[in-house]
């Protein structure tokens, strides 16, 4: 089936760092997505795209949508211990008989050292 | 108060029990959607519906049924739980138009079946 791969499984960082995490896929979507899921609770949209080759910031965050289709990145600048939790990207399936479907990557678990 | 709420968020229950998970929304929105989240797996979608009189089948349907009472209400049953369904269950709901990719999630309900 369809299949997300996000990168890095997880990562533990120092305060204040940057940090970049991505996604790929083999097969072409029209609409990515991040979530961010606190501890706890369920996830949260963070960043929607829509355009390929769209670039979107969110305060500290920043996104881009893939020129090929196929892939996604999220960054985070000068972290803080609230960014503390699991990052998803998701696709929007879209076509006849999937609108509003959405597949979901693995996760990528992010840990902030004060 | 919450836009999409779930109960129970914690339950446990033997091999072989009826459970049935319940979720409300107050955002009018049409559709729904049951997800189950399992570690490095993401989220997997059980099923979902557009409206009142729709259900559709997700990726991981078996092993569950579910019921649309009504728009603001989506229940969830495992007929006959079994211990590779514990997980953390998720309910979620979308507008319906191109926003349908921007999914709202409920605080998620901790199933454990022994």
């Known amino acids: 089936g369809q299949q997300l791969n996000q990168s890095p499984q997880s990562m533990f960082i120092q305060e204040g760092e940057d940090v970049s995490m991505n996604c790929t896929s083999s097969?072409?979507?029209?609409?990515w997505l991040w979530y961010k899921q606190d501890p706890g609770e369920g996830p949260v949209l963070l960043i929607a795209l829509y355009k390929a080759g769209e670039l979107t910031s969110n305060g500290r965050l920043t996104a881009q949508f893939g020129i090929t289709r196929k892939d996604s990145f999220l960054n985070i600048s000068a972290s803080i211990p609230s960014d503390v939790g699991i990052y998803f990207c998701a696709v929007g399936l879209g076509g006849s008989g999937n609108t509003g479907k959405l597949i979901f990557g693995q996760g990528t678990t992010l840990q902030v050292k004060p | 108060d919450a836009d999409v709420t779930q109960t129970p968020r914690n339950r446990i229950t033997k091999t072989g029990k009826r459970i049935m998970l319940e979720c409300s929304q107050t955002?009018?929105?049409?559709?729904m959607y049951w997800y189950r989240q399992d570690p490095g797996l993401g989220l997997r979608l059980i099923y979902y519906?557009?409206?009142?009189?729709?259900?559709n089948k997700g990726e991981i349907s078996d092993g569950y049924s579910v019921s649309r009472q009504a728009q603001a209400k989506f229940s969830l049953s495992l007929e006959s739980a079994i211990p590779n369904q514990t997980a953390l269950y998720f309910c979620?709901?979308?507008?319906?138009?191109?926003?349908?990719?921007?999914?709202?999630f409920g605080p998620g309900t901790r199933l454990t079946v022994l």
């Open positions: 979620a709901t979308s507008l319906g138009d191109r926003a349908a990719d921007t999914q709202y």
């Open positions: 955002k009018g929105h049409d559709r």
């Open positions: 097969s072409i979507f029209n609409t």
């Open positions: 519906s557009f409206d009142v009189k729709d259900i």
